[in-house]
Every structure is written in structure tokens, then in C-alpha cells.
């Protein structure tokens, strides 16, 4: 089975410090892409970041990067600089069955950046 | 702008009523899904549509249906046969194919009520 886990279910972290929420995941595929979403009160979804298993440097835009460890199926979420709306919930998130897959997401962290 | 739109974004149901949700895409996606959001749960996949007039149960389908007669369109029926429909519903895109690879892009979502 092809599994999505994120086991921070909620954080905070003070304005302007840096958050890391982590990701693991299983799955017997060798090429895919790896996604963090993000989901703010207003409920919208909006892609965040992606990762392709098969380049070995991290994906970074703009206060976002990712510690991707393909060996170790691990994909943490970092946040430099945190903001207030950067408070959200984030979801994890790769296609199961391979590149053509549909995407399966963890259960989502909820950040909450304090003032 | 091209984009997704859901409505209604509020939707009340009675007991043993069916009810609709509208998704339309103006982004030429081939790829169209249906998630359920539920506290503490993720996204878990309802339907899935990778072509006109072609559609994939997914994880949690009984008690949906779902049409796709046009590219840009992808109802979703929520029938009396669904004993827990209360949930925030969330639509999505994508070019289809491979290209889970690029994600996908989501509705503002429909939050469903039994009354």
C-alpha cells in the first residue's frame, strides 16, 4: 500500500522564526513527484512546492524549501522568515501508482504562526 | 483567468435528498477529481474523470455519482444512499496523464450540511 504520513497534526512557531513539518511515505515507485499544499482559513488549496524524486537538489521558492531523503522517504516542509499568513493547514502529497497516479495526501498539519 | 469554480459554496440537504455540486474548468485540463475533506482526515478521493464521458471510482465512492458529458464539467451527486455527507468537498484539475506530475489545481470547495 502506498501511504502519505504526517505526524505533526498541529505546531506553531512565532512570526519571522523558521517551522520544519515533516512527511514520510511509502511507496515502491522509483520516479514521482513529491507536493506540499497549502490551505489557509478561506479553504482554498494552493500548491506550495514540488519535489521530483529524481533530482537530488532540494526544491526551493522563495521562504519555502524541502529536506527531501528519498532513501529514507522523508519530505519535510521548511519555512524561513515565518509570517502570519503563513498560518494554514498543510498537506503532504505524491501520486500513488506511479507518475500517472492520482495523488493521495496525509492527514495535513495546522500551523499557526504567532504574533 | 483561468481557474475552477464550485458551486454552491454552501449547500444544505435534507434527509433522503439528493443533492448536486457543481464543478467547472476553464483550464482545458483533460484530468477532473472530486475529494472529500473531513477534520482530522485529509483528502480522500470520491471520483476521478481522465477523459470525456470516462469516469474511476476512488477510495470512498459509494453513495456518489458523478457525470462528465463535457470536458470543462464534472458534477458530483451526493444521493440519499450517502449516510454521512456533512463535509467540505473539494473539486480539482489537472492536464491529465502524466502530469500528476504538476499537481493539481483546486476549487474554492462546497461545504455540504444535513439538516
Known amino acids: 500500500a502506498q501511504t502519505v504520513t504526517q505526524s505533526q497534526p498541529e505546531m506553531s512557531v512565532q512570526e519571522a522564526e523558521t517551522v520544519t513539518l515533516s512527511c514520510t511515505y511509502d511507496?515502491?515507485?522509483?520516479?514521482?513527484?513529491l507536493f506540499w499544499y497549502k490551505q489557509p482559513p478561506s479553504r482554498q488549496m494552493i500548491l506550495v512546492i514540488r519535489?521530483?524524486?529524481?533530482?537530488?537538489q532540494n526544491a526551493t521558492e522563495n521562504r519555502f524549501s524541502v529536506n527531501f531523503q528519498k532513501a529514507a522517504k522523508s519530505f519535510s516542509l521548511k519555512i524561513s522568515d515565518s509570517q502570519l499568513g503563513d498560518t494554514a493547514m498543510y498537506f503532504c502529497?505524491?501520486?500513488?501508482?506511479?507518475?500517472?497516479?492520482?495523488?493521495?495526501f496525509g492527514k495535513g498539519t495546522k500551523l499557526s504562526v504567532k504574533p | 483567468d483561468g481557474g475552477i469554480t464550485q458551486s454552491p459554496k454552501y449547500l444544505f440537504r435534507k434527509e433522503g435528498q439528493n443533492v448536486t455540486l457543481s464543478c467547472e474548468q476553464n483550464?482545458?485540463?483533460?484530468?477532473m477529481y472530486w475529494y472529500r475533506q473531513d477534520p482530522g482526515q485529509g483528502l480522500r478521493l470520491i471520483y476521478y474523470?481522465?477523459?470525456?464521458?470516462?469516469?474511476q471510482k476512488g477510495d470512498i465512492a459509494e453513495g456518489y455519482s458523478v457525470s462528465r458529458e463535457k470536458k470543462e464539467s464534472f458534477p458530483l451527486t451526493v444521493t440519499s444512499a450517502q449516510k454521512n455527507p456533512t463535509a467540505f468537498y473539494l473539486c480539482?484539475?489537472?492536464?491529465?496523464?502524466?502530469?500528476?506530475?504538476?499537481?493539481?489545481?483546486f476549487g474554492s470547495g462546497t461545504r455540504l450540511t444535513v439538516v
Open positions: 480539482a484539475s489537472s492536464i491529465g496523464g502524466v502530469t500528476a506530475n504538476y499537481g493539481y489545481t
Open positions: 511507496t515502491s515507485e522509483n520516479n514521482y513527484y
Open positions: 519535489q521530483e524524486a529524481y533530482k537530488q
Open positions: 502529497a505524491f501520486p500513488y501508482g506511479g507518475s500517472q497516479g492520482n495523488l493521495i
Open positions: 483550464l482545458n485540463h483533460d484530468a
Open positions: 474523470s481522465q477523459i470525456v464521458n470516462d469516469f
